[in-house]
């Protein structure tokens, strides 16, 4: 019993001494950026924290996010809102790492608080940047390995999160031969020639059967997923291995 008290009484005073410390974070607005949440569970209070945190990060940094070709600031200033928050809101649970949480009070009426420095803002976006550089990297070794599967969902990846880089149009990239090239223009310009690569001929044919032979560049594909029009549907997914692959015709 006396046991059961004493950890109660920590429990009570760290408590006091994280909303003590909680009350100075979130007045001091110069420093730092600050959420809380509320809910029936940790888990419930800790997403609504995290959901203000994105918010008023994404307030933040919007007057430097960089509008790519395709994309538009025409619209209200809600609708721009709205456009910066979908990048930043990228930044989930997993990836907003360098992020404090305290816990105010516990279930059932669950308090979270959530806050970061302004000084890690920087370091979120370089991060996510290392992982573009990382990505692109893969695939790469995809391509040259003749692993086309690889190397178009490692592009399509990098190209993804290229674009919730606040200047993703500064982002450059040396290749393995030694080219240097902006990503924004080269990520769709080397998927677009992997598949201009890409050749299919059929090998044999039994009945509604067909066996085909992909190539790239005139080697066999070592690997890529694949899928086709029967003039009905589209096929499930399928899978060339060592440059051999299946068709299967619709009766008829």
């Not at 730092?32 to 609504?48: K, R």
């Not at 803002?121 to 390995?145: L, P, S, W």
């Amino acid at each position: 019993m006396k046991r059961l008290f004493i950890i109660l009484f920590l429990s009570f005073i760290s408590v006091i001494a994280f909303g003590q410390q909680w009350d100075q974070i979130k007045v001091d607005t110069q420093n730092y950026i600050t959420g809380e949440g509320w809910g029936d569970t940790i888990d419930e209070a800790d997403q609504q924290a995290l959901s203000s945190l994105i918010s008023k990060l994404s307030v933040v940094v919007s007057s430097n996010f960089e509008m790519l070709e395709g994309e538009s600031r025409e619209g209200s200033t809600e609708d721009y809102k709205k456009y910066i928050e979908s990048k930043i809101n990228t930044y989930s649970n997993a990836t907003l790492t360098n992020t404090e949480i305290f816990i105010l009070s516990n279930e059932p009426d669950a308090h979270v608080a959530r806050w970061i420095k302004r000084s890690e803002i920087e370091r979120i976006f370089e991060g996510r940047k290392a992982k573009v550089i990382e990505y692109i990297t893969n695939a790469e070794k995809g391509e040259q390995k003749g692993k086309l599967d690889d190397a178009l969902r490692n592009y399509y990846w990098a190209f993804t999160l290229l674009k919730t880089l606040q200047h993703p149009s500064e982002v450059k990239y040396t290749t393995f031969d030694g080219q240097e090239h902006l990503l924004v223009s080269w990520i769709p310009e080397k998927i677009n020639e992997i598949f201009e690569g890409i050749t299919v001929s059929i090998i044999s044919r039994d009945g509604d059967n067909l066996e085909l032979f992909f190539t790239y560049k005139e080697k066999p594909i070592v690997s890529l997923d694949y899928t086709y029009f029967d003039g009905g549907r589209w096929s499930n997914i399928y899978s060339a291995k060592d440059g051999k692959g299946v068709l299967e015709l619709a009766p008829g």
